[in-house]
């Protein structure tokens, strides 16, 4: 068993009192302790949630109907990125559609694209 004298806080240092698995002396360093452990992590996963977020905005916005057809220049032209997608569902005939949380796409023929709603999200 260690002793308090030996058991300090991984964020300020300070000698920790109390229980036997304690880590830090205060939430406060808790806190501070994770966000500085997670600070990469974090940056990474909020760029790519804002990506998704604004990809389902253009699809939200360019499809306010339900279903829509539309060029993928006007997608570009909005900052659509193909690169960035929840999920894929495909069909039994093999057509794959991208989905940004509900709202989808499926790539037709001449640069053209489908929209669609998934209302069973």
């Known amino acids: 068993m260690e002793r308090d004298e030996n058991r300090v806080c991984l964020e300020c240092g300070s000698r920790l009192m ?23 992590e974090t940056a ?15 699809l939200r916005e ?4 339900g279903k829509a057809k539309v060029k993928k220049q006007t997608l570009l032209a909005k900052g659509f990125s193909f690169k960035y997608f929840t999920n894929v ?4 005939e093999g057509k794959i ?16 694209f489908a929209l669609v709603i998934n209302k069973e999200i």
Not at 18 to 40: A, V, W
Not at 89 to 92: G, V
Not at 99 to 109: H, K, M, R, S, T
């Open 18 to 40: 109390g229980r036997i698995d304690q880590k830090f002396c205060s939430d406060q360093c808790r806190n501070t302790y994770n966000n500085r452990m997670n600070k990469d």
């Open 44 to 58: 990474l996963m909020k760029n790519i949630t804002n990506r998704l977020r604004k990809n389902r905005r253009i």
């Open 62 to 65: 360019l499809n306010p109907n």
């Open 89 to 92: 569902y495909k069909t039994k």
């Open 97 to 112: 559609y991208y989905f940004c949380y509900e709202y989808g796409y499926l790539p037709l023929d001449n640069d053209f």
